[in-house]
């Protein structure tokens, strides 16, 4: 029977959420912080032959000890390949990963993500580093996780710019685009877990995270959203705990309380 620890934080309740999202044998895109985190969790737990690469170049290493970056040393620790930009997205290009962790300013009903701007984009409000990858990732990997903070500003009806393409207008709306594949599978927030339904692509919450109700999900999220079926979010376990605090990342670099 599992052991569920009773004192984390939420990084880590987001941090073990998204770790289980990873399948093992799987190919994984990740990113810097709680993405990289989780990474390594999943390798350590369930997923142990998860392939983790980086965008800077390493494909499937040992980490020993937790980057700082996905463009340091660290990440090239006995890697299968240490080569470059060029050749990880050409990875994505064949389609040969299947899950891809990204992350943005706004996500809308259709899992569209918006990391470029705020308002029009020849004169907008807030101006962002853009997609920095994201939209490759979005359009290429065979499935993408995207991690939001859940606040109602940040989850609207539709994206003020569409940097990485989710389910774009609907369920033909990636075919139309000339997508082969892909798509949103889970938006893990601050709050919970939403997915999409298979036929229609519309948002549903699936589970909303201890200490919260469905109906705070609904108040802080700008669009509709099925809340009828969701559930409490499965806590992490001890084991979970003590591996994130002892094993991978004990100097609580993204971890911090």
């Known amino acids: 029977m599992k052991k569920y620890a009773e004192d984390y934080t939420l990084t880590e309740l987001m941090v073990v959420t998204t770790a289980r999202e990873f399948r093992n ?3 994984a895109f990740i990113g810097t912080g709680i993405p990289m985190v989780a990474g390594m969790l999943a390798k350590l737990t369930h997923a142990p032959d998860l392939t983790i690469i ?4 390493a494909a499937d290493p040992e980490l020993e000890h937790l980057p700082m970056s996905v463009g340091e040393p660290r990440t090239f620790r006995m890697a299968g390949i240490a080569a470059g930009l060029f050749d990880i997205f050409s990875l994505t290009q064949r389609g040969r990963v299947d899950v891809g ?3 943005g300013a706004q996500v809308d009903k259709f899992g569209n993500v918006n990391s470029t701007c705020i308002g029009d984009y020849g004169n907008p409000a807030v101006r962002f580093p853009g997609s920095g990858g994201a939209g490759d990732i979005a359009c290429l990997c065979k499935r993408t996780v995207i991690l939001m903070p859940h606040e109602k500003r940040r989850f609207v009806e539709k994206v003020d710019y569409l940097t990485s393409p989710g389910w774009i207008d609907g369920p033909d709306g990636r075919n139309r685009a000339g997508l082969q594949w892909g798509g949103p599978s889970a938006v893990i927030t ?3 877990v939403i997915r999409f339904e ?6 549903y919450l699936e589970s909303y995270h201890p200490g919260l109700t469905p109906e705070e999900v609904l108040e802080n999220t700008g669009f509709e959203i099925d809340v009828s079926k969701a559930i409490e979010t499965e806590p992490p376990t001890e084991e979970e ?8 990342d004990p100097e609580g670099i993204f971890l911090k309380k």
């Open 198 to 203: 298979e036929k229609t692509k519309k948002p």
């Open 25 to 27: 044998g799987e190919v």
């Open 190 to 192: 601050t709050m919970g």
């Open 101 to 103: 962790v990204i992350g």
């Open 241 to 248: 705990i003590w591996i994130l605090r002892e094993k991978v």
């Open 54 to 57: 980086f965008e800077a170049g």
